[in-house]
């Protein structure tokens, strides 16, 4: 039986505006998915964006959903999940939204282990204002701002989240969109911050700039760079040259941060 989709969208917000050949809608997917099949309830359940093409998504989305200003998801976020611990908390958010204007809240938020999954729509570009360079944008790369190629070199979302002490941290990809399915639930269930990097592609402003091919060629190249973390172990290092692994890089358990400031709470009150 198809899955139905309607029970989770606003159809008076539709059509979305995302580009042609977008993948976006494919992350969106696996996040409704994802949360239909760990039965969350649509009005415990807040999705909170700052701003950029992934912002976009709450808006489709029929759950309790909040449009934040540029950077600063996790900051609404944070606070939403302090004020009420019970409710399901999800960011959504691009590489430039999070890492770059959010970046400070991004580390800090990682360090904390709050209840707080944060989905990261990792395009390598900033889509909707132009195309600038994000700090995902890989070295030589072009992009609006660096007409000649990106001298920066990218951050790996995986390795900023573990080095941060993100608790849950994976990698997937809009070609890969069951397995991603799949950790965005893990994440959700996660009682810690999780960070999922959702590798998907800009046809518009990346893809056209650096003739990377059609939106089916930017997401059939996925199934060719990537290689799974168990497959990696078999593979050598001339093998994996230039290869993006992808999987579930950590799931430990730690303490919750509501949890914690609970006690503190609790204390100060003299219990």
């Not at 590798?199 to 997401?219: A, Q």
Request: some cysteine.
């Amino acid at each position: 039986m198809a899955f139905n989709y309607d029970q989770y969208m606003r159809p008076g917000k539709l059509p979305h505006i995302w580009c042609p050949g977008c993948a976006h809608g494919t992350v969106m997917k696996a996040i409704i998915r994802a949360i239909d099949r760990v039965g969350l309830e649509k009005d415990r359940t807040v999705i909170v964006s700052g701003i950029g093409c992934a912002s976009r998504m709450p808006g489709y989305v029929d759950f309790n959903t909040l449009h934040t200003t540029h950077g600063r998801s996790l900051a609404f976020a944070t606070g939403v999940k302090m004020a009420d611990p019970s409710l399901n908390v999800i960011c959504v958010a691009g590489d430039g939204d999070s890492l770059a204007i959010g970046g400070n809240h991004f580390i800090h938020a990682c360090r904390r282990n709050i209840d707080i999954t944060m989905i990261v729509f990792n395009n390598n570009i900033y889509g909707m204002t132009g195309g600038q360079f994000s700090p995902t944008t890989p070295h030589g790369r072009l992009a609006s701002t660096t007409p000649y190629g990106n001298p920066d070199y990218a951050f790996d979302v995986a390795e900023l989240s573990m080095g941060a002490g993100a608790t849950y941290v994976s990698r997937g990809t809009v070609y890969h969109a069951v397995p991603l399915e799949r950790q965005i639930a893990d994440g959700i269930t996660h009682n810690g911050f999780s960070v999922i990097d959702a590798l998907c592609t800009c046809p518009t402003t990346y893809g056209r700039r650096n003739k990377l091919g059609s939106p089916i060629d930017m997401i059939l190249w996925f199934k060719d760079n990537t290689v799974g973390i168990k497959a990696a172990q078999k593979l050598s290092p001339e093998e994996m040259e230039g290869k993006i692994l992808t999987g579930v890089f950590r799931n430990d358990i730690k303490p919750e941060y509501c949890e914690e400031y609970q006690k503190i709470v609790e204390m100060a009150q003299g219990g």
